[in-house]
Antibody, heavy 120, light 110 residues
Framework: EVELLESGGGLVQPGGSLRLSCVTS????????LSWVRQAPGKGLEWVSS????????YSEDSLKGRFIISRDNSKSTLFLQMISLRVEDTAIYYC?????????????WGQGTLVTVSS | QSALTQPASLSGSPGQSITISCTGA?????????VSWYQQHPGKAPKLMIY???NRPSGVSNRFSGSKSGNTASLTISGLQAEDEADYYC??????????FGTGTKVTVL
């Protein structure tokens, strides 16, 4: 059974940093692309960033480039999202999502999410 | 990348069929097969219902079907049931190798 478990969320002040992790199991981690998707309170889903199976290709929402960096450790089956210069509008549940193929295909499994709250 | 356009809400009685539209543009829905649909119940993670426009994952009811015409994708729910009441989101791959989601549709079973 595919499992994705996010962690690292919490309360942070504007301008602060956080590193989210997503530990996975139940599939060959190094064969699949992965993504982060977020959802602000009461709002819709917003794609944040994707990384190819090998980690060689990274893609991010234009408005987040330079502040959010996706990475992966294939030896530990773990996905990361480093977030810096956080803003109030970054407050959201952050989901880790597995993609069907090795590149930017559809999302077939999701974690339960980790809540990031940016507030003073 | 602007969000794909979905109706904010739809409703139907048990047993009826409803169709949710998802309108994009050239450069996303119109050009790629990677169009998917997700169901989200309150407080829960999204669940894949349709991938690559028309494909249903194992375990998803055959009451759910997907299609695409030009720049618009559609999700049809046949034989509406109480458990289908949820938010639904479409998503597409884009020409910039990014992903974009729809604005979301709240489905109410009357």
């Amino acid at each position: 059974e595919v499992e994705l478990l996010e962690s690292g969320g919490g309360l942070v002040q504007p301008g602060g940093s956080l590193r989210l992790s997503c530990v996975t199991s139940g599939f060959t981690f190094s064969s699949y692309a992965l993504s982060w998707v977020r959802q602000a309170p009461g709002k819709g889903l917003e794609w944040v960033s994707s990384i190819s199976a090998s980690g060689a290709s990274l893609y991010s929402e234009d408005s987040l480039k330079g502040r959010f960096i996706i990475s992966r450790d294939n030896s530990k089956s773990t996905l990361f999202l480093q977030m810096i210069s956080l803003r109030v509008e970054d407050t959201a549940i952050y989901y880790c999502a597995k993609q069907i193929g090795s590149t930017a295909t559809d999302f077939d499994s999701w974690g339960q999410g980790t809540l990031v709250t940016v507030s003073s | 990348q602007s969000a794909l356009t979905q109706p904010a809400s739809l409703s139907g009685s048990p047993g009826q069929s409803i169709t949710i539209s998802c309108t994009g543009a050239t450069g996303d829905i119109g050009d790629y097969k990677f169009v998917s649909w997700y169901q989200q119940h309150p407080g829960k993670a999204p669940k894949l219902m349709i991938y690559e426009v028309t494909n249903r994952p194992s375990g998803v009811s055959n009451r759910f079907s997907g299609s695409k015409s030009g720049n618009t994708a559609s999700l049809t729910i046949s034989g509406l049931q109480a458990e289908d009441e949820a938010d639904y989101y479409c998503s597409s791959y884009t020409y910039r190798s990014t992903r974009v989601f729809g604005t979301g549709t709240k489905v109410t079973v009357l």
